[in-house]
């Protein structure tokens, strides 16, 4: 019983930063239909600014936490404005290879003048302590994720659905054109949507470096992908289906963990992504995306 209890609590933590990530990716997705993969490295430019502020003297891990959030925030509407607006109104394949472009001039940014190898920062590491519930042995950072997750995920659909910038997000979202013609930037609307994705990637940055204690220029690639194909599963465009496709992720990965011996645990990889392959057969669109008729291809 212990033993379940702690994969589904495993399950839940991994599924909640999966899907923390994958809001932020559908966030801008939904305004822009920009896949922005340099989303890795504003998280990445999280952890790096909580590493420099400790270099020169910071101590306090809620301080460090507050930096984070600060640091992603900064670094998202930045990059929008530097890297992602000259691109707005070109095809989204521009945009797509610009956002790989910009992730791969951050990492090798972090590289030149930082360090290509991972750097020890244990400041924020007391988040993951072990709590006991009964019986049972619990680690408060899976609790932090998972209550997080949800805090999130209802603030984000308060202020979507409550403030007037939010319904001007959802209307960019269905139609641009028409939202310009109502008298509303468009600047600041892309602008908030990188804030809020900035915001969720300094958010899971905390949780990145309180699991890992140590900062790297990559630690947000393989994350970003998760997100990216937990995004594909839910449906992009999708908030909803964004959350929902991080939690569906977090259980195929600990499932298999739980069901393959140990000798075969170097091809869960492998299976996971074969699981997704049947879900998208089975649903092409997503688990809550929109079924789009798009008729023949012509000869």
């Known amino acids: 019983m212990e033993y379940a209890l702690q994969q589904l609590l495993n399950a839940l933590a991994f599924g909640a930063e ?3 990530v994958a809001l932020g990716l559908a966030v801008v997705f939904s305004i822009m239909g920009l896949v922005n993969f340099a989303y890795g490295e504003i998280i990445a430019a999280s952890a790096y600014a909580v590493l420099l502020a400790v270099a020169v003297g910071l101590a306090a891990p809620l301080a460090a936490v507050g930096l984070a ?3 992603g925030i ?3 509407v930045l990059l929008e404005r530097v890297a992602f607006r000259p691109v707005r109104r070109a095809p989204l394949t521009t945009g797509l290879l610009t956002a ?3 992730s791969i001039v951050l990492q090798n940014l972090f590289q030149l003048f930082i360090s290509p190898r991972p750097q020890a920062l244990p400041l924020l590491n007391g988040l993951n302590q072990t709590l006991m519930v009964g019986p049972y042995a619990v680690s408060s950072l899976q609790l932090m994720q998972l209550a997080t997750a949800i805090v999130a995920g209802g603030a984000l659909v308060w202020f979507l659905n409550r403030t007037t910038l939010g319904i001007a997000m959802r209307a960019a979202a269905g139609d641009f054109a028409t939202v310009r013609l109502q008298g509303i930037r468009a600047d600041r609307v892309v602008a908030a949507a990188f804030a809020l994705s900035g915001l969720l990637a300094g958010i899971a940055a905390v949780f990145v470096l ?3 204690g140590s900062v790297a220029p990559d630690m947000g690639f393989m994350l970003v992908l998760k997100a990216f194909v937990a995004c594909v599963i839910g449906g992009f465009g999708s908030l909803a289906g964004a959350a929902l496709g991080g939690m569906v992720l977090g259980f195929i990965e600990v499932g298999l963990l739980v069901l393959l011996p140990a000798e075969y645990g170097g091809i869960k990889e492998t299976l996971t992504y074969c699981i997704v ?5 089975l649903r092409p669109e997503g688990l809550m995306g929109t079924r789009r008729e798009l008729g023949d291809k012509e000869a």
């Open 18 to 20: 999966y899907a923390l």
């Open 210 to 212: 309180a699991r890992r």
């Open 74 to 76: 900064l670094a998202s």
């Open 100 to 102: 790989f472009g910009v």
């Open 69 to 71: 959030i600060a640091m």
């Open 277 to 281: 392959i049947a879900l998208l057969l």
